[in-house]
Each structure stands twice: as structure tokens, then as C-alpha cells.
Nanobody, 126 residues
Framework: QVQLVESGGGLVQAGGSLRLSCAASGRTFSSVAMAWFRQAPGKEREFVAAIRWTRGSTYYGDSVKGRFTISTDNAKNTVYLQMDSLKPEDTAVYYC???????????????????WGQGTQVTVSS
């Protein structure tokens, strides 16, 4: 089992920045990739970004490309999501996820991820 705990959410004005963290514990060696998803009220869960633990290859959803950056600190078993130029439409609960097998080529499919955190709320005011 892998346990994931997100932190760093909050309220920010449009144009501002936030950095989310996801600390992984447990059998972390069993995961090969990490991702962030988000879900706004009344909407489906949306892929935000993903990264491979070893190679560091990154993948982004179209709505966040150029604004968000996913990264890892392997020594700390932590994944980050740096969010810049935030927009009100970025408001959502952000979830961290881990995959035991490489979610290639469907990096954006939530069903490819095996472990999920409890989520952290991000609210962007206009």
C-alpha cells in the first residue's frame, strides 16, 4: 500500500501562485508514476499533470500547460505541483495519485492510478 497526503491548498487571487505537495509513504517503491487530478463541483475529475519517478518525464493537461509544473523530490518521496497564473476556473479539489504500472499512453486516465490522496482545496478568486 502507498499512502498519499496532499497539502498546500488555499485561497489565492487570480494571477497568483500556489505550490501543492504530495508526500508518499508506505511501499513507495511500488509506484512508478505520480499524477495530479482535480475535480470541481458538478464536473468530472480532470487530469492535470503526471511524472515518472525515475526518468522525470512529465505530461500535462491542455488547460494547465505553460502555467503548472510538476516535479519530484525522490529523497523525500514527495511530488509537487507549482501553479502559476492561476485562474478562477482552476478552482477545484486537487488529488494526488500514484500508479503501480506505467500509465502509458493513457497518462490522463484516472483508472490507471492505484492510490489516491484525500485531496486539497484550491480556490482562486477573481
Amino acid at each position: 500500500q502507498v499512502q498519499l497526503v496532499e497539502s498546500g491548498g488555499g485561497l489565492v487571487q487570480a494571477g497568483g501562485s500556489l505550490r501543492l505537495s504530495c508526500a508518499a509513504s508506505g511501499r513507495t517503491f511500488s509506484s512508478v508514476a505520480m499524477a495530479w487530478f482535480r475535480q470541481a463541483p458538478g464536473k468530472e475529475r480532470e487530469f492535470v499533470a503526471a511524472i515518472r519517478w525515475t526518468r522525470g518525464s512529465t505530461y500535462y493537461g491542455d488547460s494547465v500547460k505553460g502555467r503548472f509544473t510538476i516535479s519530484t523530490d525522490n529523497a523525500k518521496n514527495t511530488v509537487y505541483l507549482q501553479m502559476d497564473s492561476l485562474k478562477p476556473e482552476d478552482t477545484a479539489v486537487y488529488y494526488c495519485a500514484a500508479a503501480r504500472t506505467l500509465p502509458w499512453p493513457n497518462w490522463s486516465s484516472a483508472s490507471r492510478y492505484d492510490y489516491w490522496g484525500q485531496g486539497t482545496q484550491v480556490t482562486v478568486s477573481s
